[in-house]
């Protein structure tokens, strides 16, 4: 089993849905990040979370410590959203990060 | 503010050279860079951690005597790729960071093919 989970995979979606991206992860940790990655294959840090819930513009991401799960939530998705969507983890003492394996989301005109 | 660059962004290159890759932090000092490689449809995969002065820390599996990281300067790291073979080929993206406990910033990604 991975140290890092998503759901779903595969999201596809119409313009203009809330969507919700699902992280799990079994190890302790000290911070978590949520990326995301167009087709071109560049990579944007978009949350660096320890805790609670931010927020940016459209995009929102929650975590939830004691349950080692966090969301990151997309309101009025639009076409450029598509993308994928990373979750890394970085462990307590330790610098590196841990990725899970991205959900290809999809936004429908 | 915590942009990171690479160039090339794409290189093609003959089985038997060497390629080298640029990373840089352009607007913060960054003690720690991250090297990944994404093979088409998969995760990245850590290749190695370098802080700025002394060598980098490979990767279980990754050649360090292949992939030759140097991290010179608080603003550039290179990797250099050498004696390329097609099974090379891949997607390299840097990352960088203040500090080992910081954000990581990821750079653009230098897509590498060898023919």
């Known amino acids: 089993k991975n140290e890092v989970e998503q759901s779903p995979q595969n999201l596809t979606a119409q313009e203009g849905e809330f969507i919700t991206i699902n992280c799990s992860y079994s190890v302790g940790i000290s911070a978590l990040h949520w990326l995301q990655q167009h087709p071109g294959g560049g990579i944007v840090s978009l949350f660096m979370l320890s805790s609670g819930k931010k927020k940016h513009g459209r995009l929102i991401a929650t975590i939830n410590i004691q349950e080692k799960h966090s969301s990151l939530h997309i309101t009025a998705s639009h076409p450029r959203d598509s993308a994928v969507y990373i979750c890394?983890?970085?462990?307590?003492?330790?610098?590196?990060?841990?990725f899970g394996t991205g959900t290809r989301l999809t936004i429908i005109p | 503010g915590a942009v990171v660059s690479q160039h090339p962004s794409r290189v093609i290159c003959k089985s038997g050279t060497s390629v080298k890759i640029e990373c840089r932090s352009l607007?913060?000092?960054?003690?720690?860079m991250f090297w990944y490689r994404q093979f088409p449809k998969q995760s990245l995969m850590l290749m190695a951690t370098s802080n700025e002065g002394s060598k980098a820390t490979y990767e279980q599996g990754v050649e360090k005597d292949k992939f030759l990281i140097n991290h010179a300067s608080l603003t550039l790291s290179t990797l250099t790729v050498t004696s390329a073979h097609p099974e090379d080929s891949s997607f390299y993206i840097c990352?960088?960071?203040?500090?080992?406990?910081?954000?990581?910033?990821f750079g653009p990604g230098t897509r590498l093919t060898v023919t």
């Open positions: 890394a983890v970085r462990r307590f003492g330790n610098e590196k990060l841990t």
């Open positions: 990352s960088a960071s203040r500090t080992a406990a910081y954000e990581q910033y």
């Open positions: 607007d913060f000092q960054a003690t720690t």
